[in-house]
């Protein structure tokens, strides 16, 4: 059985989570620090053959009107990218997921200012979990 990955796409980092097996649950796995996109891409190529994981969740950054932005946009070039790589891509709405993760580290007693990469992953997961929890409740 295939893994899905849940991304949280940032300018210099981006936070991973993977599904089990079942593709019931997320799980955080790593944030990954990048200057170029291809070294990103290459790092989620081989991330994926070590998980088995060929479908991808991408964050999909709207504003609280549903209006796009700029991120918006790199999120649209960077799911072109992937798919390049023969990856699957579904955008998933990811607003409010940091504050969320926020919330949940305060909940935790983590320092967020300490912990910044923590909050990128805990969102990934967030987005993933998200896109699972809709899509097995469709069924």
Partial sequence: MNRIFGIDFGLSK??????????????????????????LINEIIVLSEEKNANIIVLGYPLSMNFKKNDMTKRIEDFKVLL??????VFLQDERLSSESAKKTMIDENIKI????????????TIILQTFL?????AK
């Fill in 14 to 39: 981006v936070g991973i989570s993977v599904s089990d097996p079942n593709k019931l649950i997320s799980f955080p796995l790593k944030v990954i620090r990048y200057k170029k996109i291809d070294d």
């Fill in 133 to 137: 929890d809709k899509n097995n409740n």
């Fill in 83 to 88: 798919e390049e790589y023969k990856f699957k």
């Fill in 113 to 124: 200012g300490h912990n910044k990469e923590k909050v990128d992953l805990i969102a990934s």
